[in-house]
T-cell receptor, first 113, second 115 residues
Framework: SQKIEQNSEALNIQEGKTATLTCNYT??????LQWYRQDPGRGPVFLLL?????KEKRKERLKVTFDTTLKQSLFHITASQPADSATYLC????????????FGTGTRLKVLA | GAVVSQHPSWVICKSGTSVKIECRSL??????MFWYRQFPKQSLMLMAT?????????EQGVEKDKFLINHASLTLSTLTVTSAHPEDSSFYIC???????????FGPGTRLTVT
Protein backbone atom coordinates (compact mmCIF):
# COMPACT_ATOMS: atom_id res chain seq x y z
CA SER A 1 0.00 0.00 0.00
CA GLN A 2 1.00 3.62 -0.42
CA LYS A 3 3.18 4.96 2.35
CA ILE A 4 4.44 8.45 3.14
CA GLU A 5 7.09 9.30 5.70
CA GLN A 6 8.16 12.72 6.83
CA ASN A 7 11.66 12.60 8.17
CA SER A 8 11.16 13.70 11.70
CA GLU A 9 8.34 14.45 14.02
CA ALA A 10 9.99 17.66 15.18
CA LEU A 11 12.75 19.93 13.98
CA ASN A 12 14.28 22.86 15.86
CA ILE A 13 16.42 25.39 14.05
CA GLN A 14 17.85 28.79 14.78
CA GLU A 15 16.28 31.89 13.30
CA GLY A 16 17.87 32.89 10.01
CA LYS A 17 18.93 29.36 9.09
CA THR A 18 17.45 27.24 6.33
CA ALA A 19 14.99 24.58 7.43
CA THR A 20 14.91 21.43 5.32
CA LEU A 21 12.05 18.98 5.68
CA THR A 22 11.89 15.61 3.95
CA CYS A 23 9.00 13.63 2.54
CA ASN A 24 9.63 10.08 1.33
CA TYR A 25 7.10 7.79 -0.26
CA THR A 26 6.94 4.18 -1.37
CA UNK A 27 4.83 1.86 -3.44
CA UNK A 28 3.50 4.33 -5.99
CA UNK A 29 4.29 7.18 -8.32
CA UNK A 30 2.31 10.35 -7.67
CA UNK A 31 1.89 12.89 -10.43
CA UNK A 32 1.50 15.78 -7.98
CA LEU A 33 2.97 16.56 -4.60
CA GLN A 34 1.89 19.36 -2.33
CA TRP A 35 3.12 20.98 0.85
CA TYR A 36 0.83 22.49 3.46
CA ARG A 37 1.31 24.39 6.69
CA GLN A 38 -0.88 23.60 9.67
CA ASP A 39 -1.05 25.59 12.88
CA PRO A 40 -2.44 24.00 16.08
CA GLY A 41 -6.21 23.64 15.99
CA ARG A 42 -6.45 24.98 12.44
CA GLY A 43 -6.93 23.58 8.97
CA PRO A 44 -3.94 23.21 6.65
CA VAL A 45 -2.93 26.08 4.40
CA PHE A 46 -1.76 25.34 0.87
CA LEU A 47 1.84 26.39 0.17
CA LEU A 48 3.19 24.81 -2.99
CA LEU A 49 2.34 22.18 -5.59
CA UNK A 50 4.94 20.48 -7.75
CA UNK A 51 4.34 18.15 -10.67
CA UNK A 52 6.27 14.97 -11.38
CA UNK A 53 7.96 16.55 -14.40
CA UNK A 54 9.16 19.53 -12.36
CA LYS A 55 12.40 19.28 -10.44
CA GLU A 56 12.01 22.40 -8.36
CA LYS A 57 9.44 25.05 -7.44
CA ARG A 58 9.96 28.30 -5.59
CA LYS A 59 7.73 30.79 -3.85
CA GLU A 60 9.33 33.62 -1.93
CA ARG A 61 11.42 31.95 0.83
CA LEU A 62 10.06 28.49 0.06
CA LYS A 63 11.55 25.90 -2.26
CA VAL A 64 10.34 22.42 -3.05
CA THR A 65 12.14 19.70 -4.95
CA PHE A 66 10.65 16.49 -6.30
CA ASP A 67 12.91 13.54 -7.11
CA THR A 68 10.80 10.77 -8.62
CA THR A 69 13.79 8.43 -8.78
CA LEU A 70 14.54 8.72 -5.08
CA LYS A 71 10.79 9.00 -4.35
CA GLN A 72 11.50 12.03 -2.22
CA SER A 73 10.55 15.66 -1.87
CA LEU A 74 12.52 18.25 0.05
CA PHE A 75 10.91 21.40 1.41
CA HIS A 76 13.17 24.32 2.26
CA ILE A 77 12.45 27.51 4.16
CA THR A 78 15.29 29.98 3.82
CA ALA A 79 15.99 32.78 6.31
CA SER A 80 13.61 31.11 8.73
CA GLN A 81 11.65 33.19 11.21
CA PRO A 82 9.86 32.29 14.46
CA ALA A 83 6.59 32.92 12.58
CA ASP A 84 7.45 29.93 10.38
CA SER A 85 6.99 27.64 13.39
CA ALA A 86 4.20 25.22 12.52
CA THR A 87 3.59 21.67 11.33
CA TYR A 88 4.31 21.08 7.67
CA LEU A 89 2.50 18.34 5.80
CA CYS A 90 3.33 16.79 2.48
CA UNK A 91 0.54 15.31 0.41
CA UNK A 92 0.64 13.09 -2.65
CA UNK A 93 -2.13 12.56 -5.15
CA UNK A 94 -3.76 9.18 -5.17
CA UNK A 95 -3.87 9.02 -8.93
CA UNK A 96 -6.52 7.98 -11.39
CA UNK A 97 -7.73 11.55 -11.79
CA UNK A 98 -9.52 11.48 -8.45
CA UNK A 99 -7.92 14.69 -7.13
CA UNK A 100 -7.62 12.88 -3.80
CA UNK A 101 -4.49 13.18 -1.71
CA UNK A 102 -2.83 11.10 0.97
CA PHE A 103 -1.14 13.14 3.69
CA GLY A 104 2.01 12.53 5.67
CA THR A 105 2.02 12.81 9.44
CA GLY A 106 3.85 16.11 9.31
CA THR A 107 7.01 17.64 10.71
CA ARG A 108 6.65 20.10 13.57
CA LEU A 109 9.10 22.92 12.91
CA LYS A 110 10.16 25.29 15.65
CA VAL A 111 12.29 28.29 14.76
CA LEU A 112 14.16 29.58 17.77
CA ALA A 113 14.74 33.33 18.14
CA GLY B 1 -9.26 34.36 -2.52
CA ALA B 2 -10.16 30.66 -2.08
CA VAL B 3 -11.58 30.99 1.41
CA VAL B 4 -13.38 28.06 3.01
CA SER B 5 -15.39 28.37 6.19
CA GLN B 6 -16.72 25.76 8.57
CA HIS B 7 -19.47 25.97 11.12
CA PRO B 8 -19.45 25.35 13.98
CA SER B 9 -15.81 25.67 14.97
CA TRP B 10 -16.43 23.42 17.95
CA VAL B 11 -19.33 21.41 19.26
CA ILE B 12 -20.02 19.23 22.27
CA CYS B 13 -22.85 16.73 22.04
CA LYS B 14 -24.22 13.83 24.00
CA SER B 15 -23.72 10.26 22.91
CA GLY B 16 -26.51 9.11 20.60
CA THR B 17 -27.31 12.52 19.14
CA SER B 18 -26.52 13.78 15.64
CA VAL B 19 -24.34 16.71 14.71
CA LYS B 20 -24.22 18.64 11.44
CA ILE B 21 -21.09 20.42 10.25
CA GLU B 22 -21.24 22.90 7.37
CA CYS B 23 -18.48 23.65 4.91
CA ARG B 24 -18.78 26.66 2.63
CA SER B 25 -16.59 28.06 -0.11
CA LEU B 26 -16.98 31.80 0.32
CA UNK B 27 -15.50 33.34 -2.81
CA UNK B 28 -15.46 30.53 -5.34
CA UNK B 29 -17.48 27.61 -6.59
CA UNK B 30 -16.05 24.32 -5.45
CA UNK B 31 -15.98 21.55 -8.01
CA UNK B 32 -15.26 19.01 -5.33
CA MET B 33 -15.23 19.07 -1.56
CA PHE B 34 -13.41 16.63 0.69
CA TRP B 35 -14.00 15.67 4.30
CA TYR B 36 -11.16 14.64 6.60
CA ARG B 37 -10.78 13.74 10.23
CA GLN B 38 -7.66 14.23 12.25
CA PHE B 39 -6.75 12.71 15.60
CA PRO B 40 -4.19 14.40 17.86
CA LYS B 41 -0.67 14.27 16.46
CA GLN B 42 -1.86 12.27 13.47
CA SER B 43 -2.28 13.15 9.88
CA LEU B 44 -5.43 13.94 8.00
CA MET B 45 -7.45 10.89 7.04
CA LEU B 46 -9.69 11.31 4.02
CA MET B 47 -13.23 10.25 4.81
CA ALA B 48 -15.13 11.07 1.63
CA THR B 49 -15.20 13.02 -1.59
CA UNK B 50 -18.24 15.10 -2.36
CA UNK B 51 -19.38 16.48 -5.71
CA UNK B 52 -22.31 18.84 -6.08
CA UNK B 53 -25.51 17.09 -6.95
CA UNK B 54 -24.17 13.57 -6.68
CA UNK B 55 -23.63 11.00 -3.96
CA UNK B 56 -20.47 11.21 -1.93
CA UNK B 57 -17.73 8.66 -2.42
CA UNK B 58 -16.54 7.20 0.86
CA GLU B 59 -13.10 5.85 1.63
CA GLN B 60 -12.72 2.26 2.71
CA GLY B 61 -13.66 1.76 6.33
CA VAL B 62 -15.81 4.88 6.60
CA GLU B 63 -19.45 4.13 7.40
CA LYS B 64 -21.60 6.07 4.97
CA ASP B 65 -24.71 5.63 7.09
CA LYS B 66 -22.97 7.14 10.05
CA PHE B 67 -21.28 10.02 8.27
CA LEU B 68 -23.90 11.51 5.97
CA ILE B 69 -22.63 13.96 3.39
CA ASN B 70 -24.83 16.29 1.39
CA HIS B 71 -23.37 18.54 -1.28
CA ALA B 72 -26.37 20.76 -1.92
CA SER B 73 -24.69 23.44 -4.02
CA LEU B 74 -21.35 24.44 -5.48
CA THR B 75 -20.59 26.37 -2.30
CA LEU B 76 -21.99 24.18 0.46
CA SER B 77 -21.34 20.67 1.71
CA THR B 78 -22.54 19.28 5.02
CA LEU B 79 -21.33 16.38 7.12
CA THR B 80 -23.76 14.88 9.62
CA VAL B 81 -22.40 12.56 12.26
CA THR B 82 -25.35 10.39 13.20
CA SER B 83 -25.77 8.64 16.54
CA ALA B 84 -22.46 10.03 17.71
CA HIS B 85 -20.30 8.07 20.13
CA PRO B 86 -17.27 9.17 22.14
CA GLU B 87 -14.96 7.49 19.62
CA ASP B 88 -16.28 9.91 16.98
CA SER B 89 -14.67 12.75 18.90
CA SER B 90 -12.13 14.24 16.54
CA PHE B 91 -11.15 17.26 14.47
CA TYR B 92 -13.16 17.32 11.24
CA ILE B 93 -11.82 19.39 8.37
CA CYS B 94 -13.26 20.04 4.93
CA UNK B 95 -11.44 21.19 1.85
CA UNK B 96 -12.50 22.37 -1.57
CA UNK B 97 -11.04 22.13 -5.02
CA UNK B 98 -11.43 24.86 -7.59
CA UNK B 99 -12.13 24.03 -11.22
CA UNK B 100 -9.26 22.09 -12.76
CA UNK B 101 -6.81 22.83 -9.98
CA UNK B 102 -5.09 20.16 -7.92
CA UNK B 103 -4.51 22.18 -4.78
CA UNK B 104 -7.06 22.03 -1.97
CA UNK B 105 -8.23 24.90 0.19
CA PHE B 106 -9.07 23.89 3.72
CA GLY B 107 -11.58 25.14 6.20
CA PRO B 108 -10.52 25.97 9.75
CA GLY B 109 -11.85 22.68 11.11
CA THR B 110 -14.53 21.65 13.60
CA ARG B 111 -13.65 20.12 16.94
CA LEU B 112 -16.30 17.55 17.88
CA THR B 113 -16.46 16.20 21.41
CA VAL B 114 -19.00 13.50 22.21
CA THR B 115 -19.71 12.97 25.88
Amino acid sequence: SQKIEQNSEALNIQEGKTATLTCNYTNYSPAYLQWYRQDPGRGPVFLLLIRENEKEKRKERLKVTFDTTLKQSLFHITASQPADSATYLCALDMGSGTYKYIFGTGTRLKVLA
Amino acid sequence: GAVVSQHPSWVICKSGTSVKIECRSLDFQATTMFWYRQFPKQSLMLMATSNEGSKATYEQGVEKDKFLINHASLTLSTLTVTSAHPEDSSFYICSARVGGGYEQYFGPGTRLTVT
